[in-house]
């Protein structure tokens, strides 16, 4: 696949501030991508208002200490992301799930999503994780994605997400070994 020289300008901040200006980008972010055909949560169209509140209840996991959250950032604009989210469940503290693993739309394809997965597990080691998971909305040819990121299917619940009447996907769990 092509890559452009926006892919060298991507940097990445791990737990960045969280102004009002950049929870306003992650929010517009998180609806772009929904309404582009991403599945990150919702079924688009959505609008700022029903993904704000979700976009707030993750900001706060964030805020507490107990998640983390990685942004992508090309040029100053946040154009990649992902939170890093505790089980909160002591007997699954040595491992996190990714969520909202997102690229805008514009700038997929370019190996920001692969360079996003690569600071996660970076992340992962730093706090002296065993592993990741990843769960994934089946029909979108994402498991295809994490494969090639280094993550296995380890598990799936069949018609677990009712996307729409008559339209339930199997949810699959992908695992990333960091041990
Ligand atoms: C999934 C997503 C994060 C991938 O990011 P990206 O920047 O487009 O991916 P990259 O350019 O880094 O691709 C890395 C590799 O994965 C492959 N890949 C990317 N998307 C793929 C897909 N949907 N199916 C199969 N392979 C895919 C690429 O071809 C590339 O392979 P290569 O190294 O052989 O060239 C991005 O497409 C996205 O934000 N999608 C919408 C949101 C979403 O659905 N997220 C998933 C939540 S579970």
Redesign the pocket.
Known sequence: ?ARNDGRMALSFVVDPVLSSALRDEVVQLWVD?TN?G???GFVGPVTVDEVRPVAEAAFAGVESGIDRLVVGLDDGRVV?LLFVVDNRFGLKAHWRVLK????LPG??????????MRQAADVGRALGLDGLQ????DG???D??YR??GYREVGRVPGALRIGPGDDRDELFMWLDLR
Do not use: D, I, W
Request: hydrophobic share 55%.
């Open positions: 696949m991508v582009a991403g599945a990150v990649a909202r693993v997102m690229v700038s997929q394809g370019l190996g920001y999503g692969a360079a996003l990843v769960t994934v909305r979108h040819g994402l295809g994605f090639k990121v």
